[in-house]
T-cell receptor, first 113, second 116 residues
Framework: EAAVTQSPRSKVAVTGGKVTLSCHQT?????MYWYRQDTGHGLRLIHY???????EKGDIPDGYKASRPSQENFSLILELASLSQTAVYFC????????????FGPGTRLTVL | GDSVTQTEGLVTVTEGLPVKLNCTYQ???????FFWYVQYLNEAPQVLLK?????KRTEHQGFHATLHKSSSSFHLQKSSAQLSDSALYYC??????????????FGKGTLLTVTP
């Protein structure tokens, strides 16, 4: 059974609209992450969280907000979606520690028109 | 901040021949952990190898890598490529982001295509 799930798996949004991507993990991990994947840029960290009710900015946070209401759930919010935010978004979770590997969800393909 | 540089773009190799994907890094921290992630078509990235010990060879699924802090490298190698190895490969560095918190910095990825 998949330990990190994402919803929706695919979404088409209009420019200026609000988009919410959801992530749920059953790994009992403290850390959760949101990445976007673009050809030529690889995986880039948007936001992450190491405890419920707290989020941290990653490397490219502009235009995104995050919410961690519980240990299991982590959402990524695009208040005003733009064309440049068309990408594949991955959520991941990990245990504490620098050797801890991250476990990724299946991804959400977002297209902003 | 820290950075990871991989063989960029596309690497094509013939089945049965060796393959090497380069990864070098720059970091301000003495103690680090390194990962190779593999992403098959339409799937999520998953860990292939991980290491934090200098000069120790790590192996998994026929791939191997050795962390060399003296040359700031963690190259991925396989002696005989298989068609099923075709995938996107990421090198990643675990770095402290403040206090006891850690995050991964990924390279841009290398797309490996193995041809018959």
């Amino acid at each position: 059974e998949a330990a990190v799930t994402q919803s929706p798996r695919s979404k088409v949004a209009v420019t200026g609209g609000k988009v919410t991507l959801s992530c749920h993990q059953t790994n009992n991990h403290d850390y959760m992450y949101w990445y976007r994947q673009d050809t030529g840029h690889g995986l880039r960290l948007i936001h992450y969280s190491y405890v419920a009710d707290s989020t941290e900015k990653g490397d490219i946070p502009d235009g995104y907000k995050a919410s961690r209401p519980s240990q299991e759930n982590f959402s990524l919010i695009l208040e005003l979606a733009s064309l440049s935010q068309t990408a594949v978004y991955f959520c991941a979770s990990s245990d504490r520690g620098r050797r801890a590997e991250q476990f990724f969800g299946p991804g959400t393909r977002l297209t902003v028109l | 901040g820290d950075s990871v540089t991989q063989t960029e773009g596309l690497v094509t190799v013939t089945e049965g021949l060796p393959v090497k994907l380069n990864c070098t890094y720059q970091t301000t921290y003495l103690t680090i952990a390194f990962f190779w992630y593999v992403q098959y078509l339409n799937e999520a990235p998953q860990v292939l190898l991980k290491s934090s010990t200098d000069n120790k060879r790590t192996e998994h699924q026929g791939f191997h890598a050795t962390l060399h802090k003296s040359s700031s490298s963690f190259h991925l190698q396989k002696s005989s490529a298989q068609l099923s190895d075709s995938a996107l490969y990421y090198c990643a560095l675990s770095e402290a982001s403040g206090g006891s918190n850690y995050k991964l910095t990924f390279g841009k990825g290398t797309l490996l295509t193995v041809t018959p």
